[in-house]
């Protein structure tokens, strides 16, 4: 039985109605616990937290750190993470659409200088993003559910804060 990194990550609201957060209470699961059991795990820490607080609970999220595999070990020669390809997808029951955007998109999904939406891999990951996964529905930040993909778009983010933290000058 493995252990899983658990992080919560709460919200409080003062009486002026500033809102402060923090990411403190850390708990190594057994990959063996239930949505239910980790719901009292967040129940149990709210009840203690909010007889030694003033300020009111707002939010309180979790974060699970999950074992990665069936990925690449090391990034393609030439990646680049500010190159990025953003999906758009409509959502169920309103007309505005919902992107994705997949940093270091691959050199393999692109064609003439815009994402092919034919290639195998852009097909794989717009079916992943309108599938269920255990009952459960992709949904975007408002919990509308993703029905179709409309659109794509090859874009451009600047990341040079953490590229200037792992660069150094040559000299």
């Keep these: ?3 899983v990194l658990a992080t919560w990550s709460v919200k409080l609201r003062d009486f002026l109605g500033v809102v402060s957060s923090f990411d403190d209470f850390h708990v190594l699961v057994p990959d063996t616990v239930t949505l239910a059991g980790l719901q009292t795990i967040t129940t149990d820490y709210v009840e203690v937290l909010d007889v030694v607080t003033d ?3 707002i939010q309180i999220t979790l974060k699970l750190d999950m074992v990665i595999s069936g990925a690449k070990s090391a990034p393609n020669e ?3 993470n500010e190159r990025g390809g953003l999906l758009s997808f409509s ?9 994705v955007w997949i940093p270091g998109l691959s050199d393999e999904t692109i064609v003439a200088g815009k994402i092919d939406p034919t290639n195998t891999d852009i097909i794989a990951i717009e079916s992943w993003f309108t599938s269920t996964h255990g009952g459960g529905e992709t949904v975007s930040d408002f919990n509308y559910i993703l029905e179709d993909l409309l659109g794509t778009l090859i874009s451009f983010r600047t990341l040079r804060t953490a590229e ?5 000058s040559v000299g």
């Design 1 to 3: 039985m493995a252990n």
């Design 164 to 168: 200037s933290r792992r660069s150094r």
């Design 55 to 57: 300020s009111e609970i």
């Design 91 to 99: 959502q169920t029951g309103i007309g505005r659409t919902f992107g």
């Design 78 to 80: 030439g990646a680049e």
